[in-house]
């Protein structure tokens, strides 16, 4: 057990008197979490790269917002498949359907 | 004086004008007037009526010149007319006689050159004038090579005076050379004098001439004067050899070279100073090489300054490859100290060690390196050469090389809060940029480094942020923006999740809402955070938390679209407030410790089972948890390990003199596995990397054989590892899969891009 030097005095606490008391109360909670696309697959069929990270095309052209991030979003069809929006964009021109399910393309939402 | 040409006899002007040119070349004095009349002698000559006379007077000026030299050889050169003869005790007076005699001579020629300006300057150089203009084409091949008075008479004294003398006047000034070497440079220095000026008088009786003037003096002066110098310091080096160690004899070089290059300014025209000290290196250093790295090994293992600072001075001017021996033993010795401090290390600290120890090897040797080389660039990189095998060096053929984690490692121990001051961790981070340039796997450092940095910035475990942004600066600079593009997604999510929490604080105030916890939330992006395997441990979560996690995923997906928040609930704590006890208290803990803690709350006595099933938490996370609040005595456990039926109760006697504490815990230890993941997860990244360099290289070229696209990836600039070709070659076949590029019809080994 390590002890905290910065807060070693021992005084009474303040309880609220009103309510009936706990035994366990939550004080404070750091907590971590992460946060991807909400994709069923997380790796692009287009270019078999992750989701999370850009697509190929723009990590070898280096594109990036100001914040550092690379700007390569996610983009879901009616059809419930996801792709990076760049790979699907280049795609449609050639093929207007889903790559996974040959459905007729057509854009439900796109990432922010 | 009158100016009109008139009709004038030759024969009664020119005995005038030749006496006068007799008193002015043998530097008598000469009334101003008859200089006047003679000087205008030159010019009634030059213009007469009907002829001009220049011609004439040009040869008889040439036949009295060249009696003249004539006369000087014989009366005052070769026959020794001085009549302090007896007290001169030098045999070879021929120089200063000679000397002397051009002294006087080179002086009155000067002085005749001004009496016949006008002949110079009218009837010499219009006479160059119309030669280069080939307007008078039938002039005389004769008047055609006329020179000026001081050119002819500088040349008449060549061909009777230096000419036929040659080869006495060079024994003389060398044997004068060999005893200014024998007497240790203490020739008297009337003596220097006059073979300086005997030296001199080679070149600048040649001075005129535009091109070649140094011709006369070279062929028979400075040829001879080399060899005879060659052979004496053959000869030095040889009586040196007998008696010298390697030491003593590069002293005496030193030495020798020194006077030889003080000799050859006293004696010699500027011209010859290089070749003379080339001589003088090639007979010394280059012909004895052999002897002077005889104990180089020695020299350079025992670390003898002097003699090292010796050696390269005596080295230095020859070409590197002859170096080579000293500074590959250099190199070695360095490399070996290098091994030496690093092989035996061990233990937790093993990382500080490495990089200090190397540290210390590196500024060890670049200091000698200034004192005693001179910061030599041949010397400076033998220094990189050792420090990199040193640094890079696997500890077998299986093993892979450690120095990429123990200098991350350094990093870390530095950032971490500690007590010591700020400057000094700024400069042991600059220190540690040294040891960093040198390790070749630099992804692997990446990784490492990226894995400690998420830790620091998770736990706030960061001294200051000022100095993990000046440490993220360092390596951008030193590996370019690429390789420091995650840490810097990682810092920005730290920033945008404070916003993010002031913002959903807001929020809550703004609804009337109070959460009755001080909640703060990190938001991490997958994919730039090294967080190992991000596989979610499975664990029921309290009711105590869900309103919070609820509120936050409601306002956060409001926020964004499209994106799907997953707790990491093993880097999450907090405090919880304990009022069961006689004072009440504040603890840090996990998450899943408050969440065993809560479920006492409305029983006593709890099984670990029931414990564990409760919250779903599996058998590895139990343990590691659950194991610390028994050490913290809040809980009291019925055996000493946890099995399914020990029981586990509140510990009602719980006393601390302190009302807030918080319970440690193991979890911040990396663990053998993640070391491991983190190699494994970097041949990963290179692949990604190759791949996407070969789409750019292939975008831009369109058609490449296969060939020339690997030399073209191996040429990338390196920026964090080198590349292998079998590597290359995957990535090239899965891009072919993944329809990038395509193997073009016409060739098997030939790829084009496909857009
Ligand atoms: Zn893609
Ligand atoms: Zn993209
Ligand atoms: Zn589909």
């Known amino acids: 057990m390590a002890d905290d030097p910065e807060n070693s005095v021992d005084k009474p606490d303040d309880n609220d008197a009103g309510k009936p008391e706990k035994m366990f109360t939550l004080k404070k909670w750091n907590a971590v979490a992460m946060w991807s696309w909400d994709v069923e697959c997380d790796i692009c069929a287009i270019c078999r790269v992750q989701v999370m990270d850009s697509c190929l095309r723009c990590q070898a052209e280096n594109k990036r917002d100001v914040l550092g991030r690379q700007d390569c979003v996610v983009v879901w069809g009616e059809c419930n498949h996801s792709f990076h929006h760049c790979c699907m964009s280049l795609w449609v021109k050639q093929n207007n359907r889903c790559p996974l399910c040959q459905q007729e393309w057509s854009i439900q939402r796109m990432g922010k | 004086m009158s100016l009109k040409p008139k009709v004038v006899e030759f024969f009664e002007v020119w005995p005038r004008l030749r006496g006068i040119a007799e008193s002015v070349i043998t530097l008598r004095k000469v009334e101003r007037a008859i200089w006047n009349t003679s000087f205008s002698d030159v010019y009634t000559l030059c213009v007469a009526q009907p002829e001009p006379m220049a011609d004439r007077l040009y040869n008889e000026t040439k036949e009295f010149l060249e009696s003249h030299v004539q006369v000087m050889l014989t009366r005052k050169v070769l026959e020794d007319t001085r009549e302090d003869q007896k007290d001169n005790k030098a045999t070879s007076d021929l120089l200063q006689r000679y000397y002397t005699t051009w002294m006087e001579y080179s002086q009155g020629i000067k002085y005749l050159h001004q009496l016949y300006i006008y002949l110079n300057q009218q009837h010499i150089k219009k006479q160059k004038i119309t030669d280069t203009e080939s307007f008078y084409g039938n002039l005389s091949s004769d008047a055609a090579e006329q020179m000026e008075i001081g050119e002819l008479g500088l040349d008449i004294w060549r061909v009777y005076m230096v000419e036929f003398l040659a080869s006495e006047l060079v024994r003389h000034i060398l044997e004068g050379i060999a005893v200014d070497r024998a007497s240790n440079g203490t020739l008297d220095w009337h003596r220097v004098q006059t073979i300086n000026g005997v030296i001199h008088s080679f070149v600048e009786v040649q001075d005129y001439k535009k091109t070649g003037s140094l011709k006369l003096y070279q062929?028979?002066?400075?040829?001879?004067?080399?060899?005879?110098?060659?052979?004496?310091?053959?000869?030095?080096?040889?009586?040196?050899?007998?008696?010298?160690?390697?030491?003593?004899?590069?002293?005496?070089?030193?030495?020798?070279?020194?006077?030889?290059?003080?000799?050859?300014?006293?004696?010699?025209?500027?011209?010859?100073?290089?070749?003379?000290?080339?001589?003088?290196?090639?007979?010394?250093?280059?012909?004895?090489?052999?002897?002077?790295?005889?104990?180089?090994?020695?020299?350079?293992?025992?670390?003898?300054?002097?003699?090292?600072?010796?050696?390269?001075?005596?080295?230095?001017?020859?070409?590197?490859?002859?170096?080579?021996?000293?500074?590959?033993?250099?190199?070695?010795?360095?490399?070996?100290?290098?091994?030496?401090?690093?092989?035996?290390?061990?233990?937790?600290?093993?990382?500080?060690?490495?990089?200090?120890?190397?540290?210390?090897v590196h500024q060890k040797y670049q200091e000698l390196i200034a004192a005693v080389f001179e910061n030599d660039s041949l010397f400076l990189s033998a220094l990189d050469k050792a420090c990199a095998s040193v640094i890079n060096r696997r500890p077998s053929e299986r093993q892979p090389c450690r120095s990429a984690e123990y200098v991350a490692k350094y990093c870390d121990t530095l950032l971490k809060k500690s007590k010591t001051c700020e400057a000094e961790i700024d400069q042991k981070l600059t220190n540690n940029i040294t040891i960093f340039k040198y390790i070749e796997d630099k992804d692997v450092y990446q990784k490492f480094y990226s894995r400690l940095l998420a830790k620091r910035l998770i736990h706030e475990q960061s001294q200051s942020m000022d100095a993990e942004e000046g440490m993220i600066n360092r390596l951008k600079q030193a590996c370019g923006y690429e390789f420091t593009n995650k840490l810097h997604r990682m810092f920005t999510d730290i920033s945008v999740s404070a916003d993010l929490n002031n913002k959903f604080n807001n929020h809550l105030k703004d609804a009337g809402i109070d959460l009755g916890i001080n909640l703060s939330i990190k938001v991490l992006q997958a994919g730039a955070w090294p967080l190992g395997s991000t596989q979610v441990i499975p664990f029921a979560v309290p009711q105590e938390f869900e309103k919070s996690i609820k509120m936050f995923e409601d306002y956060y997906h409001n926020l964004f679209s499209g994106r799907k928040l997953t707790w990491l609930h093993h880097m999450c704590h907090g405090e919880l407030k304990l009022s069961h006890l006689k004072k009440s208290y504040i603890v840090t803990m996990q998450t899943y410790q408050m969440a065993v803690m809560l479920l006492f709350e409305t029983c006593d006595s709890l099984s670990c089972r029931e414990i564990q099933n409760t919250l779903q938490l599996n058998d590895e996370t139990f343990q590691k948890h659950m194991q610390p609040m028994i050490e913290s005595k809040l809980l009291n456990a019925s055996s000493e390990n946890l099995t399914g039926e020990t029981r586990i109760e509140l510990n009602m006697d719980y006393t601390n003199k302190r009302t807030k504490f918080k319970i440690s815990s193991a979890l911040q230890k990396e663990t053998p596995q993640e070391v491991e993941h983190t190699i494994n997860s970097v041949d990963e990244d290179r692949k990604l990397f190759l791949q996407a360099a070969i789409v750019r290289i292939m975008k831009s070229r369109k058609v490449l054989k296969h060939n020339a696209l690997i030399q073209e990836v191996l040429s990338l600039p390196k920026v964090s590892f080198t590349p292998n070709i079998a590597m290359i070659k995957k990535c090239v076949e899965s891009l072919i899969d993944k329809q990038y590029i395509e193997r073009t019809a016409n060739s098997g080994d030939e790829y084009s891009y496909m857009a």
């Open chain 2, 219 to 360: 062929d028979l002066f400075e040829a001879p004067m080399l060899e005879a110098s060659g052979a004496y310091y053959t000869n030095e080096a040889n009586k040196l050899l007998q008696r010298c160690t390697v030491s003593e004899y590069m002293q005496e070089v030193i030495k020798i070279l020194e006077c030889e290059s003080k000799r050859a300014k006293k004696f010699l025209h500027v011209s010859s100073l290089a070749k003379l000290r080339k001589q003088c290196e090639e007979k010394f250093i280059n012909d004895r090489l052999g002897f002077i790295y005889s104990e180089c090994r020695e020299m350079v293992s025992e670390e003898r300054r002097q003699d090292l600072r010796n050696m390269y001075i005596v080295l230095k001017p020859i070409p590197d490859n002859l170096k080579a021996e000293l500074i590959q033993t250099f190199l070695e010795h360095i490399k070996n100290e290098g091994l030496e401090t690093v092989n035996a290390l061990k233990g937790e600290n093993i990382h500080i060690a490495f990089v200090e120890n190397m540290l210390k």
